[in-house]
């Protein structure tokens, strides 16, 4: 007499499959947040501050600059006071910048966060650039500005908005903006990144006024111009 093998109810294998996928996606939720975690710009810093320091022969390295030791930092560490100050924005672009970042503040080192300060003329540009380090939450605080940033080569959308006084934009990381003083005075703000040292790379300085040069033969390839334009544009810089 043969033993009957009692099998699974189709019901409960469907619940048991259900489970497993579900425990499958949690998984896989954790492993993309933990990548997350660990691609951030900064670390987060191992102990409440690491004022910079330069002499590497009476420090130790951290977070890309030395520190001092803690026994021997003072106040004007974290202090900095020229961005009260009004910058001469007399040039080409007529936008001026003053940052605040690890090494005008050296108290900032470790701590993964800057400030700048951007002065804009009258009908002034704060020419396209990237931060490759850093987002930056930009504030007006006079004024009238049109700012905007693109994205990716998908399609390469454009955001952009009118900023009144008071009002705040998001850069995201690595991704080229800008801001256009629209107004009818000058005009302040201030930008705060996610970096002690965000990095900026100006689009185009970085592209026709690189040393040495970027040959002619690429350059009018990659814009699809004449030599001639090419030669006028790398003039400018």
Aim: aromatic content about 10%; some cysteine; proline content about 6%.
């Amino acid at each position: 007499m043969h033993r009957q093998v009692k099998r699974p109810k189709p019901r409960l294998l469907c619940s048991i499959v259900s489970t497993y996928v579900f425990i499958e996606h949690i998984y896989n939720w954790f492993l993309a947040l933990a990548s997350l975690l660990a691609y951030a710009s900064n670390p987060n810093p191992l102990q409440d501050f690491c004022v910079a320091l330069n002499d590497s022969k009476a420090a130790v390295f951290v977070n890309g600059k030395f520190c001092t030791d803690p026994k021997l930092d003072k106040a004007n560490d974290f202090f900095f006071l020229d961005l009260y100050n009004t910058a001469n924005t007399s040039n080409p672009v007529g936008s001026v910048i003053t940052p605040a970042n690890v090494v005008q503040i050296p108290g900032l080192n470790i701590i993964g966060i800057s400030l700048v300060r951007i002065d804009h003329a009258l009908n002034s540009l704060n020419p396209p650039h990237i931060h490759s380090r850093a987002v930056e939450a930009l504030t007006v605080l006079d004024d009238t500005l049109y700012v905007g940033f693109s994205t990716s080569n998908t399609g390469n959308p454009l955001f952009t908005k009118v900023l009144n006084k008071g009002d705040v934009f998001l850069f995201s990381e690595g991704l080229i903006h800008f801001q256009l003083n629209v107004g009818k005075t000058k005009a302040v703000t201030i930008a705060t990144l996610s970096s002690q040292n965000p990095g900026v790379i100006t689009i185009a300085d970085a592209v026709f006024g690189s040393n040495p040069p970027i040959s002619r033969d690429v350059l009018t390839k990659a814009f699809q111009v004449d030599k001639n334009v090419i030669d006028h544009l790398q003039a400018q810089f």
